[in-house]
C-alpha cells in the first residue's frame, strides 16, 4: 500500500510540509520498503481550490493515506470521497513521519482540522462573477 | 444621467457626498439613489429608505444528476476554478468557487449536468421620501462581489438623476459600478494618500472615457499637492469640504450634510449644475 | 511566529497609519501591504524596492485570427459579453476557459494576464512586500495571497516573530485572502453609523473564517456615544476592545511629512497605539 505526504524538498529528509493543498511536492512512499516517488504538487498555483485538485491527484495515484500537517474542508471533502484516510498535525521530517506511521503512533482525524482558506485564499478566476445574472 | 461617485481611497466621503446631493436636488428632480457597495453598503443609513422588494443574487451552479453521470471526470477537467471534482464513483461540487460560466453543464458528454442557482446576495428597493433607492449586499462569507453590483445597475432608471455610490479601490467592481456613467465625482482628502489613490481612480475613469470632477473632502488639515494634482490634469474642483467636527459628528450620526447643514444644499446643487454643463458641454462638442 | 492582520469593514478607519506606528514598536517583524488596489503603506515606511516582479492574476483566452473559422460558437457560449468581432476583451473576460474548449479549430488558448506588480523592499523598520495592481484589474486576492507568501518566506529565513499585514477594505475575495493563516485580526473602526455597520460584517467574516479579533476605536471622541455602542457590541461577543484613539490632526500631519505618527509626535495618540502594540504582543 502507500501513503502520501507532503512535503517542501524530494527526500526523506525533508521536513513534512503544513499545508496539503499548496504543498511543493508529495513523497508517496510504501512504508514498509520505504520505496518512494517524488511528485509536484501542479495544484499548488491554482487561484482557489488547491485542496480539491490536490485531493483529485493524489486520488488518481492510488494512495491509501495522506499524511500532512493542516488539511481544509474541500480537500477532506475530496479524500473521504476516495476512501482515503487522512492524518493531519504531522510533523518532523518524512523519515520520522512514515517511522511513526509504522509504528501506529498517528491516528487518522475525522474531519478538516483548520477551516476553509487556510492555505492562502485567493479566489480564483478574475472574480468578475458570473455573466447573465439570474 | 447617470452620476457614478468614487474614490480610490476608502473613506473620503463617498456615501456623504452621494448621500447629500440626492438630498439636495430631490425637490426638483426625480432622484435615484444606488449603492453599489455591495460589501459594505451604508446610503441607507442616511437616507433610511423604507424598503419594498428584496431579491436573491444568484450565481448558476453545477447540479450533476448521478444516474446519468458515469465520472469520466471531464467536468473536473475543464473547470477552471476547481469548483468540481470527480473521484472514485462520486462527483463533488464546490458552489462557492464556481464563476458560473456554464462550461461543465456544456461539456459534459453525457448531459449529466444542470444548473441551479445559488444565492451570493441581495438587492433591495424602496423609497426614501420621494427618492428611489437601490442597494446590493453581497452574502458575509461570499468573495465575489462583481454580481451583485450589476444586478444594482440593472435597475438603473434613466428616467431619474441616478446617483451611484461606489466602494473604494479601482478594480472591478468599482469598475461595474462606474461603467456607463455620464459623469464621475471623485471624492478625495488633500492628504499623500488621499493623492496616491485619487491619481489611480482619475487613470481608471479616463480608460473608460467618463468625465470626472473632485470633491475635495476635510480640507484644511494635509497640503495642496491634490489641487496642484487637479490644475495639472484639468480636473475641475466641483466643491472642497472643510474639515469640521460638526460635520464629521453629522456623519457619525449617520445625517446627511443637506439635512443637517441645510446651507449646504445650495452647494450640492451648484454642483449638480455644473456636472450638467460639463456633460452638456461634451454632448454637444461630439 | 505570529501573523496580525489590520481589517476593518469600513474603508478610511485609519488602518494604514496604525499599521505604520505599529511597525515602529514592533521587534524583528516583517510588513506586508495588502490593500493591492490602492496601496498607502510605502507612503509612511519610505522604502528602498529591492525586487519587483511581474503578477498574472489568471488567465485570459486569446483567439489567434490565423486559425479563426469565423463560426462564432466562442461568443456563442461566452457568458461574461468577453468576445465581440472574434476578438476577446481582456476586462471582460473571466479566464473560464470555456470558449477554448468549443473552438472547433483549436483557435482559442488561455494565457496568464500580467496584472501587476509585487515588490519586496527594505526600510528601516524592517522588510515591506507591498504590490500595485493595474487599473480596472480584477482583484481576486490572489496578488494578496502572493504577497503574504512572500511575506512568510521573508519572516521564516530571518526568524521573525511577526508578520503584521496591512488589510484592505471591505468583505470579499481580498479580504478573505488577507485572512487566511493569520493568527489575530485587529479590526480598525470608528464611531460613525457606517463604521459601527461595517464592523459588525468584518466581525461576522472574522467568526466564518475562525480568526480571532481584538477592536481599535480610531477617532473615538467624534462621537463617544457609538463608541459606548461599540463597546457594548464587542462585549457581547467577547471581543476586546484593545485600545481608543482620540481623533487629533496630528494624524495627518504627520502622513503630510511622510513618517508613522509614532516617529513624529508622543501625545495622547502615541501612547494609545503603544497601548494597541502591548495588548497585542501579550495575546
Known sequence: MKIAISASSPSLDSEVNPRFGRCDMFIIADPKSIDFEVVDNAGESAGGGAGISTAQMIAQKNVEVVITGNCGPNAHRVLSSAGIEIITGAEGTVRQVIEDYNNGKLSSSSGPNVSDHFGMGGGGGHCRGKGKAN | ????????????????????????????????????????????????????????????????????CNHCGKCAEVCAFNAIAVVKDFVLTFP?????????????????????????????????GSISFVQGKLDIGQTMPTPVVREVKELTSREHIAIIDASPGTSCPVIAAIKDSDFCLLVTEPTPFGLNDLKLAVETVKQMGIPCGLILNRAGVGDSRVEEYCQKENIPILLTIPLDLNIARLYSKGTTLAEGLPQWQENFKEVFRKIREITGERNSST | ????????????????????????????????????????????????????????????????????????????????????????DPLNCEGCGFCSHVCPVDAITMQPSFSGNWFISSTKYGPLVHARLGIGQENSGKLVAEVKRQAKIIAQSTGASWIIIDGPPGTGCPVISSLSGASTALLVTEPTLSGVHDLKRIIEVCQHFKVPALVCINKFDINEENTRLIEKHCQSLNISVAAKIPFDTVVTEAMVQGKPVLEYTKGRVSQEIEKLWNAIDSL
Do not use: W
Open chain 2, 1 to 68: 444621467m447617470i452620476i457614478s461617485v468614487a474614490s480610490g481611497k476608502g473613506g473620503t466621503g463617498k456615501t456623504m457626498v452621494s448621500t447629500s446631493l440626492a438630498a439636495s436636488i430631490k425637490n426638483n428632480y426625480n432622484v435615484q439613489l444606488l449603492d453599489a457597495d455591495v460589501e459594505e453598503p451604508n446610503s441607507h443609513i442616511f437616507l433610511k429608505p423604507v424598503f419594498e422588494t428584496s431579491h436573491a443574487v444568484s450565481i448558476n451552479v453545477p447540479v450533476v444528476n448521478e444516474d446519468r
Open chain 2, 96 to 128: 462557492e468557487l464556481c464563476h458560473g460560466c456554464g462550461a461543465c453543464s456544456y461539456l459534459c458528454p453525457r448531459r449529466a449536468i444542470n444548473e441551479a442557482p445559488n444565492q451570493i446576495g441581495t438587492v433591495e428597493t424602496g423609497k426614501a
Open chain 3, 1 to 88: 511566529m505570529k501573523e496580525i492582520v489590520v481589517l476593518s469593514g469600513k474603508g478610511g478607519t485609519g488602518k494604514t497609519s496604525i499599521v505604520a506606528s505599529l511597525a515602529v514598536l514592533a521587534e524583528n517583524k516583517v510588513l506586508a501591504d495588502c490593500d493591492v488596489d490602492a496601496a498607502d503603506l510605502d507612503i509612511l515606511l519610505d522604502p528602498s524596492i529591492q525586487e519587483k516582479h511581474d503578477f498574472a492574476g489568471g488567465k485570459v483566452a486569446f483567439i489567434d485570427s490565423k486559425k479563426c473559422a469565423r463560426c462564432n460558437i466562442c461568443a456563442q457560449v461566452c457568458r461574461f459579453d468577453a468576445i465581440t468581432d472574434l476578438k476577446v
